[in-house]
């Protein structure tokens, strides 16, 4: 069954040498079964927002089956403008990640309205760290007020997972990703709560390797069907990978 990833970490682990170059993604990725994957900049995160992001556009460039998600960083909003306006429109982009300093604090609404505002003409999805209720609930303030982007909650809210699928539950523009606590009664329950189709599989490698986020699809007990929207369809539909990109 075709896998894709859509979380990825370029750099920042914690090991010199891994995950740094698109040659050394893609081996990891084919030893684990995943074809494709969409890749966002640590340098970008960690540091700055416009070179680290055009670091990475050179590296998916040259590599098939990775893709990029632009990081614009809310405590460097003018550099992450700046990097919105070069790099968004590229083809090798499909999507765009709001992030601050702390991952684990909720981001501010205020000084995230500038950067969503500035992503409305591309029209690419939006991922949003969710590793707790309280970066869910902020995440679902931001989906209802821009309800003209899509949303995808990386990590579901962690360990408060129900709290991620009440927020999807109540907001149609919220998709989730499967990343956060191992816990295998989270997927069925998202599925009754808002469907396979808007669930995306996605692991946080390298820090988490995808191989506990596969078993968890796998150990859940979810149908054929749902398991190959998750790992595939859902992915491809939203960033448009089996289309052609202008």
Known sequence: MPVVDVHVHLE???IPGVNQTGAQ???????????RCVIM???????DPLSGNHILKHMV????????????????????????RDLLSSRYF??????????????????ADEVLNACRRYQKPVMLHTPNAACVEAGLHLAKTYNMHKFIFLGMGGSDWRTGIAAAHQSVNIHLETSGALDRAKLPAAIEAIGSHRILFGSGMPTLDPVASLGLIEDSGISVVEQRRILNDNAAKMFNLDGDQE
């Open 61 to 84: 460039e040259q590599q098939e089956g990775l893709y990029g998600c632009l990081v614009a960083h809310l405590n460097r909003v003018d550099a992450s403008l700046q990097a919105i």
């Open 25 to 35: 993604i893609r081996e990891f990725m084919s030893v684990r079964g995943i074809e």
């Open 12 to 14: 920042g682990y914690g």
């Open 94 to 111: 499909v999507s765009v990640a709001l992030i601050s300093s702390n991952p684990s604090v909720p981001l501010q609404p205020l000084v």
């Open 41 to 47: 900049s640590s340098r970008a995160a960690q540091a």
